[in-house]
């Protein structure tokens, strides 16, 4: 069994044991430690106690007054939801409900009117005569019904008025309704033609028999609109009392609603206040208690080789002179100082953790204030108790950064080894197949097909692209809100434009991009770009286990550089741990990459806060392995900034920017380069027209210094800030090199000079790696692909039918074994505490390994020389 602490703390878990020195007791303790401190100690203790005393009785009276305070307080806010909800909610809820009956009587009516506007497009296209059209378009109107009984109609006059159909008053048809009026004396059909003669539409109100019954007559409101082409006056209503009905209906359900919430704030009001006296009480009890046995702890002296405390109610009520060494003050008195100050390992941590009383147990933690050389800690912490008192003897012990390591290891690999197989799998694997709709369709009809479909959501398209994605929740949310009705097309309802990931992106990848963007599911493309498929959110996380999305998680809550240097410290144990579950070298640069650029976006946001907010928008951008996306474990800074609007003053900001991160970056763990090229350094800093001219006079003038240099330049790629910037400098790059023969000859011997060999029966797997990747960058930039990883370029290669499949394979199978070698290495020698490096002696390679390596120099040679014979 483990105790498995924070994150924050540098540990991950420390087994549970016996305390090497047997169980302590508290009879034992108190002969153990008699001597010349006890009296010391008693009068710091008693006059900790008194102070503990006094401030609980002043609790209590402040606790006493704060229960009459929140009871007034919650009564007050019962007593204002009533009023706002009568006052305001209600009237509020009903008006809403008539504006939109009266927006859809308002889009029905256009509906029948459209009818007649397309008989009479048939008619003018001179395929019927007009009197066709007018017979045709009043049979088809008269027929149209809508509503829950199917009984609401629609009726036509001209505007004279003559009555030209009614559904059900055929009575009237024909007739002259100059004269016609309801029982209230309203001349309803001249009403509607003055209306519509003046304005050309809008809303009428008059009394009329329910639909086909023989009721007396009732309100009604109805919506009128002239078709001008004809004198045609067409028009639908609701009945008032229908609409009064149904907001009463509503109305009574929130009313029961909004009592029965009231009722629920009550009882858990009369709750809480009941709790909160037996709480009280209980105090009171512990109090008293604590009281009887304080002469129990007076005689606690240290008399311990290691580090000792004794803590009672998070307070130190005893630190020996030993622990008080460790600390960068050794006249500093401890008593009374609360257990936080001291350990980065919370109380509350501490206390839950104790399962056995009868036990040590250990902890793994930091001592805060330290002096150097003792900041990982192991606290081995027994409780005591003595008349129903507790207390907790600390005692510490020191823990190398190797230990450390080892213990992250093997906590780590049992809780990695399952997700990662799981995380790293491609979405390809859960990808649930599109049901797709005209972007034209009815909101009705999509509805329809998405419960007959049994889907959550629908890819909405236009020509065989997908253009939006509507879900069930977007139904809910804006079907109502906006006005819309279920004869809407779907397109005023969709979400775009859409997110979308690749079936190759990795399952880690997707959840990233979940919650980046904060939504429900994730459109799924095919090599080709195509959409076909998605995945949803909760799929992945029945999936997701925390081990890398709870780093990131860390990092980008980090406030402090030294916290996250402690997560970049687990890298190497979290590698260690993958090595274990997976041969994809792809997903393992993958992790360290997305570590990486989390690190890099954090530091920013943090320099941004302490510099202050950008002038204008700027880009930053990783190059080399990081730009690849293939760093390893020995990386230093490869970086540059881009700024949009030049200025001596926006210069000077952004290299004080770029300098505070890259400084920030080096504490962290990833060196300065040696060779300068990041962006705290003048020379790449620059506006994007100078960025521009800087690719141009390298592209232009290829002498061997600027082909090295454009070289790392090339594999750019945008960690934080405007990717439009980005963008347009790429895409002036790649239009700068468009037919450049001396720049690509140039770059081919830049590629051919790199020689991988044995060196002293030592090899350098970096120089093995080099010659591979400048083979697929000068093929990517000579055939305008745009990507940036080496595996990508080379899938891109072989799409292409620029690389043949079997030579692809044996790039990718050189290239996996390299990075593999090189990680692995590099995790070995960090977990023993070395510095982690590319040369590894031909003693630590076996015999099928080194013969690999020596097959790899001859495979290297040959795609050199095809280089140069062909690009």
């Known amino acids: 069994m483990k105790l498995f602490l924070p994150d924050r703390s540098i540990g991950g878990s420390i087994s549970r044991g016996h305390n090497p020195t047997g169980k302590i007791k508290f009879d034992a303790l108190t002969n153990d430690f008699c001597n010349d401190g006890v009296k010391l100690m008693t009068l710091k203790y008693n006059k900790l106690m008194t102070l503990i005393y006094n401030n609980m009785e002043e609790n209590n009276e402040k606790f006493t007054s704060g229960i009459v305070v929140s009871t007034v307080l919650a009564v007050v806010s019962i007593v204002m939801f009533i009023v706002s909800f009568y006052a305001v909610i209600i009237p509020m809820f009903e008006s809403s409900v008539m504006d939109r009956k009266k927006e859809m009587i308002h889009e029905l009516t256009n ?56 559904p059900y008053r055929s009575d009237l048809n024909g007739k002259n309704l100059v004269d016609y009026a309801d029982k209230h004396g309203n001349k309803l059909f001249v009403d509607a033609a003055n209306l519509v003669n003046e304005k050309g539409e809008g809303i009428i109100q008059y009394y009329w028999k329910k639909k086909d019954d023989a009721s007396p007559e009732v309100p009604k409101l109805s919506y009128v609109k002239a078709y001008q082409d004809w004198n045609w006056i067409v028009g639908t209503g609701i ?18 609603i909004s009592v029965l919430i009231i009722g629920i704030i009550i009882v858990i009001l009369v709750y809480v206040l009941k709790q909160t006296r037996i709480i009280e009480q209980k105090r009171k009890d512990a109090v008293n208690e604590l009281r009887s046995s304080n002469q129990r702890y007076k005689s606690l002296v240290g008399a311990s080789t290691e580090g000792t405390l004794m803590v009672v109610q998070r307070k130190v009520v005893f630190a020996n002179s030993k622990f008080i060494s460790l600390l960068d003050d050794e006249t500093r008195s401890l008593v009374g100082t609360d257990f936080s100050e001291l350990f980065k390992l919370s109380w509350d941590e501490m206390v839950s953790g104790i399962k056995n009383p009868n036990q040590t147990h250990a902890f793994e933690t930091e001592l805060l204030k330290y002096k150097a050389g003792y900041q990982h800690i192991i606290a081995y912490v027994t409780q005591v108790e003595q ?9 510490i012990k020191n823990i190398t950064e190797k230990k450390r390591l080892r213990l992250d290891s093997q906590k780590l690999s049992e809780d990695v080894q399952l997700s990662l197989q799981l995380m790293n799998q491609p979405v390809k694997n859960l990808v649930n197949e599109n049901i797709n709709c005209d972007i034209n369709m009815p909101i009705g009809k999509v509805i329809g097909l998405m419960k007959t479909k049994r889907c959550e959501i629908i890819s909405v398209r236009n020509s065989d692209e997908t253009v939006g994605v509507v879900t069930d929740k977007d139904i809910r949310n804006r079907l109502m ?13 969709m979400t775009s434009p859409v997110i979308s990931i690749n079936q190759g992106a990795l399952l880690y990848e997707a959840v990233l991009l979940f919650r980046e963007h904060n939504i429900s599911h994730l459109m ?66 993958r992790i360290i990459t997305s570590i990486a650029d989390a690190i890099n976006k954090r530091v920013i946001e943090m320099a941004i806060a302490e510099v202050g907010e950008p002038p204008c928008e700027f880009a930053f951008i990783a190059m080399g392995s990081e730009g690849r996306g293939e760093q390893t474990l020995k990386t230093d800074q490869d970086n540059a900034i881009i700024f949009a609007e030049q200025s001596d003053d926006n210069k000077e900001y952004f290299l004080r920017l770029s300098v505070i991160i890259n400084e920030n970056l080096h504490k962290i763990g990833y060196a300065r380069c040696e060779g300068d090229l990041m962006a705290g350094n003048p020379e790449w800093c620059n506006h994007i027209d100078e960025w521009k001219h800087i690719f141009s006079t390298w592209i232009n003038n290829p002498v061997g210094l600027n082909v090295l240099d454009s070289s790392l330049f090339f594999d750019m790629r945008l ?21 450049k023969n001396e720049f690509f000859s140039q770059l081919v011997k830049t590629v051919a000079a790199s020689k991988p060999v044995f060196e002293n029966q030592r090899v350098d797997i970096k120089k093995f790696l080099i010659p591979i990747v400048g083979y697929l960058r000068a093929k990517a930039l000579f055939h305008s692909i745009k990507q940036t990883n080496s595996m990508l370029r080379l899938n891109y290669l072989m799409a292409y039918d620029l690389i043949s499949e079997s030579k692809a394979q044996e790039i990718e199978k050189m290239y996996n074994f390299l990075m593999h070698l090189r990680i692995k290495w590099q995790v070995g020698l960090i977990l023993d505490n070395d510095w982690p490096s590319n040369t590894i002696s031909l003693n630590n390679l076996t015999a099928i390994e080194q013969e690999t390596l020596k097959n790899i120099i001859k495979e290297v040679l040959k795609l050199q020389e095809e280089l140069q014979l062909k690009l």
Not at 481 to 493: A, E, F, H, Q
């Open 524 to 589: 799924i493309t095919n090599p080709n770009n195509r959409i076909y498929g998605n995945i949803s959110y909760l799929k992945c996380l029945e999936m997701q286990n925390n081990s890398l999305t709870f780093l990131i998680q860390e990092i980008q809550k980090c406030d402090v550089i030294s916290d996250m240097r402690n997560i970049y410290n687990k890298v190497p144990v979290l590698i260690q741990a993958i090595f274990t579950s997976t041969d994809n070298i792809s997903s393992v640069s």
């Open 111 to 166: 509906t029948a009117w459209s009818v007649l506007s397309e008989y009479d497009e048939e008619y003018k296209a001179g395929r019927i005569t007009l009197d066709e059209a007018k017979v045709l378009a009043t049979e088809e109107v008269g027929k149209m019904r809508y509503g829950g009984e199917q009984k609401n109609y629609f009726w036509i006059t001209t505007t004279d008025p003559v009555m030209i159909n009614h």
């Open 481 to 493: 809100n906006d006005g819309m009705t279920m004869d809407s097309p779907i397109v005023k309802l």
């Open 387 to 395: 008349s129903n008192s507790t207390a907790y003897i600390v005692v």
């Open 239 to 256: 009945y008032l009392d229908d609409v009064r009905l149904e907001i009463k209906r509503l109305r009574d359900k929130l009313l029961r």
């Open 719 to 739: 960690v934080f800030g405007s990717r439009q910037l980005s963008s347009q400098l790429i895409d002036s790059v790649y239009e700068e090199l468009k037919g």
